[in-house]
T-cell receptor, first 111, second 113 residues
Framework: TQLLEQSPQFLSIQEGENLTVYCNSS?????LQWYRQEPGEGPVLLVT?????EVKKLKRLTFQFGDARKDSSLHITAAQPGDTGLYLC???????????FGQGTELSVKP | EPEVTQTPSHQVTQMGQEVILRCVPI?????FYWYRQILGQKVEFLVS????????KSEIFDDQFSVERPDGSNFTLKIRSTKLEDSAMYFC???????????FGNGTRLTVT
């Protein structure tokens, strides 16, 4: 059974701080996707990484896929209150479109 | 931007009743999915659907569940006889290709009493 473990589960920081969220597995994934989910809404795709060692940047967000394609990280620089939300990693590609989700990281950025 | 739409946004039903959750995927997408999220738990895969048939299903997707694409636009999830533990957010998703990113709807909150 493929599992993805996210850490930390909860993170409360002050505006302007940096943070990193980790997503780890013992399984290899063909791709790793990061989503953000707001209350009452579905997950919204932020990025997909597919190559081991790949780094993608989205403004203040930096996503990295591990060399062995078993882990990924999301780094946010100078967090803002608007970054508050639930961040989900999801591994996929091994079995078609089926995604395996991590349990999520609830981020709260206080002004 | 095209989006996946789900109706209703909230459904309350009594245990043992049948419910149908409806989804309109993005029009040029070929792969359709249902996921669920029990309160406080992970988003879990239920079923994938392609070319008018189920391509994969999870252990959760037992005989009480079925999916259908009755016309060219709708994709439905039916639960025949709901149980209390079926209470969850149900998300529909669609994608263009097998390994393309999934686009999720805003979900239907199902409450079984």
């Amino acid at each position: 059974t493929q599992l993805l473990e996210q850490s930390p589960q909860f993170l409360s920081i002050q505006e302007g701080e940096n943070l990193t969220v980790y997503c780890n597995s013992s399984s290899v994934f063909s791709s790793l996707q990061w989503y953000r989910q707001e209350p009452g809404e579905g997950p919204v795709l932020l990025v997909t990484v597919v190559t081991g060692g790949e780094v993608k940047k989205l403004k203040r967000l930096t996503f990295q896929f591990g060399d062995a394609r078993k882990d990924s990280s999301l780094h946010i620089t100078a967090a803002q209150p608007g970054d508050t939300g639930l961040y989900l990693c999801a591994g996929g590609g091994n079995q078609g479109g089926k995604l395996i989700f991590g349990q999520g990281t609830e981020l709260s950025v206080k002004p | 931007e095209p989006e996946v739409t789900q109706t209703p946004s909230h459904q309350v039903t009594q245990m043992g009743q049948e419910v149908i959750l409806r989804c309109v995927p993005i029009s040029n997408h070929l792969y359709f999915y249902w996921y669920r999220q029990i309160l406080g738990q992970k988003v879990e895969f239920l079923v994938s659907f392609y070319n008018n048939e189920i391509s994969e299903k999870s252990e959760i997707f037992d005989d009480q569940f079925s999916v259908e694409r009755p016309d060219g636009s709708n994709f439905t999830l039916k639960i025949r006889s709901t149980k209390l533990e079926d209470s969850a957010m149900y998300f529909c998703a669609s994608s263009q290709g097998n390994n393309s990113p999934l686009h999720f709807g805003n979900g239907t909150r199902l409450t079984v009493t």
